[in-house]
């Protein structure tokens, strides 16, 4: 947090964190509802789904990033 705020203003650094703290208790969230679906289908087929749909997303994440010519901060 501390490069973060020294590279940007500081205020993005905490949004930033901000940020990742509600990905963080979104996802305990939703693994405390979905804990009878999971065990029910196996952890492993779960696993695998959402790393295909993690490895998609970052593809399509970098591959809009990259149409930029700019790096724009808001995005």
Same mark, same amino acid.
Request: net charge positive.
């Given at each position: 947090?501390? +490069? !973060?705020s !020294?590279?940007?203003?500081?205020?993005? #650094?905490? $949004? #930033?964190? *901000? +940020? !990742? $703290?509600?990905?963080?208790?979104?996802?305990?969230?939703? /693994?405390?509802?979905?804990?009878?679906k +999971?065990? &029910?289908?196996? @952890? /492993? &087929? @779960?696993? #695998?789904?959402? *790393? @295909? =749909?993690? *490895?998609? *997303? =970052? /593809?399509i $994440? #970098?591959?809009? @990033?990259?149409?930029?010519? /700019? =790096?724009?901060?808001? =995005?």
């Amino acid at each position: 947090m501390r +490069i !973060a705020s !020294a590279l940007f203003e500081y205020h993005y #650094a905490f $949004v #930033a964190v *901000s +940020i !990742a $703290v509600l990905g963080m208790g979104w996802g305990g969230f939703l /693994t405390y509802k979905l804990e009878p679906k +999971i065990t &029910q289908r196996g @952890v /492993t &087929q @779960v696993l #695998a789904e959402a *790393s @295909v =749909i993690f *490895s998609l *997303s =970052i /593809t399509i $994440v #970098a591959m809009s @990033v990259l149409n930029f010519h /700019t =790096i724009n901060l808001y =995005i």
